[in-house]
């Protein structure tokens, strides 16, 4: 069964995108049965050129990808979600929709893993990119974290202090 992971961040439009793009690169290659998601509550209707172009670089394809509504996720037709994690501090201080049950009808374990906003690197194109770039890796070593677990054993309590701890790192 699938473990939906949906990924916040207020504008869906860097951060939350890099999460997702990594999150599906990595669990295929591992062959995971887990799928990211990404949304704002918020969003800016455009994904940050600096977040594909890191993406791309690293061999992840992110066509497809959009800058959705966290409200997307609170209907009857969307995913099961298994996890729902927070990648800025504004998504992670505002009050999140009720998402959709889990697996057995849970609902999801939140948690939050803050990265500083890549978008606000000084340095020009050159040092955004680099920004990207090493936002890119610090959320493609949680994500590693994340796939290491059993996710189709744990229990609520155990899974949300494992996330915690993946966070602290």
């Given at each position: ?160 202090e494992a996330l915690v701890a993946i966070g602290r790192?």
């Amino acid at each position: 069964m699938t473990v939906h992971v949906l990924i916040l961040c207020t504008h869906n439009s860097a951060r939350s995108v890099l999460s997702e793009g990594m999150l599906n690169h990595l669990a295929t290659q591992r062959g995971r049965d887990v799928r990211a998601h990404s949304a704002g509550s918020a969003p800016s209707g455009r994904l940050n050129p600096h977040a594909l172009q890191a993406l791309d670089a690293a061999g992840v394809d992110a066509s497809g990808y959009r800058s959705k509504s966290w409200d997307e996720f609170t209907g009857p037709d969307a995913p099961p979600l298994s996890i729902v994690i927070t990648v800025c501090d504004a998504a992670a201080a505002e009050s999140c929709p009720v998402f959709s049950a889990g697996d057995h009808g849970a609902l999801p374990v939140k948690v939050h893993w803050g990265y500083p906003d890549p978008s606000n690197a000084e340095g020009g194109d050159a040092g955004k990119a680099r920004a990207f770039e090493l936002t890119r890796q610090a959320i493609g070593y949680r994500m590693l974290q994340l796939l290491a677990l059993p996710l189709e054993t744990m229990d609520r309590a155990a899974l949300r202090e494992a996330l915690v701890a993946i966070g602290r790192s």
